[in-house]
């Protein structure tokens, strides 16, 4: 009679690969799916009664920042609680290693400014017990962790490992120094990466700065710098290389092309950033589209990273870059080092005219779909403001007889920076849109940013968005088609071999859920004080699931932790092999 760790009996079972749903049970047996089908006469240490769920594969999250939260939080919430299995961190070139002792606090500062995560959050939570990414990997691994975990080598530290700060923003490495990059690449390849992440969007219409305003290093390389680093990788023949180059108006994606050309063939997948939904540019959808399908003809292994999900943003002012940092005022506002500087630069009459202007030439393709749809959800404790509280920037600027940047910029100082605004929804709210996207073979959902961002938003919960919105209320995909679309499809594009479905063979990351007891609050986010020293966040209230297990292990209960702490770190390669089977340790 045979014998498992864990029975998931009764459900019905959506294996992840796009195949009918069927009832049956799953065997589990060392952390792996063992068996599947009828196993009535089994025996386990645990059984989990299923009848009337659904039981399909996690999610997998290939867009992540939870660099930082893996140290406090094992579950990386609130992904671990919206099902989401297994991530990826250090994308768009930020991340904790390489770094130098003497280069830590530039670190910090670098992904407060880029990614929002508070410089106070890092240095309470982070040992800084490494100095090389091998090293720091290690310390990843010996890491409680509720999820399982891939890491990007983030290329703006390598960068400055190499050449300091200030050389990495005005020239290009030098013939000895490309060598370096090319060694620490291969030994952070060695030691478990799963490939490299850049922005490289340029000084224009780019959202990422350094603590100082000024864009980041990877952000000012040229390009044939660029296709010179991802060499190593290319030479190495296996990886992936995550690479934001063009963002709906902003950058250049015929980087993206060049890159793609020069690692045809190799082994090499680049995932492109970002495709975006957009109410007032439907058109962008069928254009990312042929330009995609254009070079999959070509025989190109390319995969788009696209940004669907009900998303929005609230924020003050020092958050404001987070939806409109393309801005060049926006990004003065980003650079100020105190409140005071903010409050003077926002009444400064010169300042107002400037941004107003570029605002008008610029259009509303920035904040999210536009300032004048920001609604005020808070204006500090002035009792004269409060009848604003609900109203939109651009309602209060009609009544007004103003524009909306003069109204937000009068709200902030008369508020003393107790404006709080809610934006639109970030994507179009067109649900035919995402799931035109969202279903396309060649592209694999991101923009959670979980992790990031705190005191704007908490994204994790994308998925369960995805199964609430696109399958259970407009009915556009079938669980079947979701669960394929969140978690197998995703795992193969980061070259992962044994997760994302429910196989016999693979790792036993489940769900357990009722559709119908899944929910996501789109109105607000949740403010929780959670962060080191009691600090808040923003998060999506989101969740519902059953059970949710990880390696076999169950982590979450009805949204609660279970304490377990099963996840693995999830390597792509062996050490010099060239080998694309995924090996968790």
């Not at 620490?184 to 000084?203: F, K």
């Not at 062996?574 to 340790?585: D, M, R, Y």
Request: proline share 4%.
């Amino acid at each position: 009679m045979p014998s498992f760790d864990t029975i998931i009996s009764g459900g019905r079972i959506i294996d992840g690969t796009g195949a009918p749903a069927f009832p049956g049970d799953i065997g589990i047996a060392g952390g792996r799916v063992t068996e599947i089908g009828d196993l009535s006469g089994a025996q386990a240490d645990l059984v989990i009664e299923a009848h009337g769920k659904i039981v399909a594969p996690g999610h997998v999250n290939q867009h992540s920042h939870y660099d930082v939260q893996l140290f406090w939080d094992p579950y990386c919430s609130n992904a671990g609680e919206n099902g989401v299995t297994t991530v990826v961190n250090a994308n768009c070139g930020f991340g904790l290693a390489p770094v130098r002792r003497s280069d830590m606090d530039r670190t910090m500062q670098m992904l407060e400014t880029t990614e929002q995560i508070p410089v106070a959050h890092q240095r309470a939570a982070l040992p800084w017990d490494w100095e090389g990414f091998p090293e720091y990997l290690a310390r990843i691994e010996g890491l409680d962790k509720g999820v399982n975990i891939l890491t990007y080598l983030p290329v703006n530290p390598l960068l400055i490992y190499v050449m300091g700060v200030e050389a990495a923003k005005s020239r290009a490495p030098t013939e000895v120094e490309m060598s370096e990059i090319h060694r620490l690449i291969n030994e952070a390849m060695d030691a478990g990466a799963i490939g490299i992440s850049m922005s490289c969007m340029g000084a224009e219409g780019n959202s990422h700065l350094d603590c100082d305003g000024s864009p980041m290093p990877s952000d000012v390389l040229d390009h044939q710098v660029v296709l010179d680093i991802c060499r190593a990788l290319i030479e190495r023949g296996e990886g992936v290389i995550q690479l934001l180059s063009h963002l709906v108006i902003y950058g250049d994606r015929s980087l993206t092309e060049r890159l793609c050309e020069a690692a045809q063939g190799s082994g090499v997948t680049v995932i492109h950033n970002a495709f975006m939904t957009s109410d007032l540019m439907p058109e962008k959808v069928e254009e990312d589209l042929a330009w995609l399908d254009g070079l999959r003809a070509r025989g190109l292994d390319i995969t788009a990273n696209v940004l669907v999900s009900r998303g929005w943003i609230e924020a003050g002012m020092r958050q404001l870059d987070v939806s409109c940092g393309m801005l060049s005022s926006v990004r003065r506002i980003a650079g100020c080092k105190s409140d005071e500087e903010v409050l003077e630069l926002v009444s400064d009459p010169e300042f107002i005219r400037g941004f107003a202007e570029e605002y008008r030439v610029k259009g509303a393709t920035n904040g999210a779909n536009g300032l004048e749809g920001q609604i005020v959800i808070a204006v500090g404790e002035d009792p004269d403001l409060k009848s604003y509280i609900d109203h939109t920037l651009g309602e209060i600027a009609e009544e007004q007889e103003s524009c909306a940047v003069e109204v937000m910029l009068d709200l902030a100082a008369r508020s003393q920076l107790g404006l709080q605004l809610r934006s639109p929804q970030i994507s179009s709210t067109d649900p035919d849109q995402a799931t035109q996207l969202f279903c396309h073979p060649d592209t694999v959902i991101g923009g959670s940013d979980g992790g990031a961002h705190t005191k704007s938003f908490g994204m994790g919960h994308a998925p369960t968005d995805m199964l609430l919105w696109l399958t259970r209320d407009e009915r556009l995909m079938s669980l079947e088609q979701m669960h394929f679309h969140l978690g197998l499809k995703i795992a193969r594009a980061l070259q992962i071999t044994d997760r994302g479905a429910l196989l016999p063979g693979y790792w036993a990351d489940v769900l357990i859920y009722d559709l119908e007891a899944l929910y996501f609050d789109t109105q607000r986010y949740e403010i929780i004080h959670d962060m080191p020293g009691g600090d808040w966040r923003r998060k999506g209230k989101a969740g519902g699931y059953d059970r949710i297990l990880v390696n076999g292990v169950v982590t979450h209960e009805r949204d609660r932790p279970s304490g377990k702490v099963p996840g693995q770190l999830v390597r792509v390669t062996q050490p010099g092999s060239g080998s694309l089977e995924a090996e968790a340790v």
